[in-house]
């Protein structure tokens, strides 16, 4: 950093740059705030595996978006950290229903040579499974919500941690949105009754 100059004036100055083509300037900024940001994608995904690799997505990003940053619109590293998050939740979006299912089918197979009934584990996964469409269906905060919680072993402040909401509202988007799913998934005869 240059002598006297203030944090934010230099990032500033640094994604100015890098929106005009300069290379130097981009390895720079990724010098400077690659750390901060990396901190932040660990706390809010929980995995420094996953949080590196929404790191690189996060500058690919950078990269590609910094001739749209105004300093006058806002500082330097709310505009990074901004970009970072939006990373993470779409890394969250793309990968916690996967994982899920791939976990637990994994945990199924482990646990078929520990006397565990392996039918009825690959019972949890099909269910997990069917409810794929319902799922799909709910809005993308509320399924976030309820696969990070009831799937992915968060508790909720954590998942409100994760997604950046208010815990409040992450107790409410679970609450609605297993109460669709049940709704959802029940058989014709059952909504009769």
């Known amino acids: 950093m240059p002598e006297g100059a203030k944090e934010p004036d230099f990032l500033a100055d640094l994604i100015v740059a890098t929106g005009q083509g300069n290379d130097r300037a981009f390895r720079r900024l990724y010098e400077a705030a690659s750390p901060i940001l990396l901190g932040l994608l660990i706390r809010r995904l929980g995995r420094r595996d996953m949080a590196e690799d929404v ?6 990003r ?17 505009w990074l950290a901004a970009v970072a998050r939006n990373q993470g939740i779409d ?3 793309k990968k916690v229903p996967e994982e899920c299912f791939d976990e637990l089918e994994s945990i199924a197979a482990a646990q078929a040579d520990d006397g565990v009934d392996l039918e009825r584990e690959t019972d949890v996964a099909l269910a997990l499974r069917r409810l794929a469409a ?19 072993g968060h508790s ?3 998942g409100a941690r994760i997604l950046g909401a208010p ?8 609450r609605r949105g297993l109460e669709q799913l ?11 009754h």
């Open 55 to 60: 790191l690189q997505e996060c500058f690919l």
């Open 62 to 78: 950078i990269w590609q978006k910094a001739s749209t940053y105004d300093p006058s619109r806002g500082s330097a590293m709310a």
């Open 91 to 93: 890394a969250l979006r």
């Open 134 to 152: 319902p799922l799909a269906a709910l809005p993308a905060t509320v399924r976030d919500s309820i696969l990070l919680t009831c799937y992915a």
């Open 156 to 158: 909720h402040a954590e």
């Open 167 to 174: 815990l409040g509202t992450i107790k409410s988007w679970v």
């Open 182 to 192: 049940r709704i959802e998934t029940l058989t014709p005869a059952d909504k009769i």
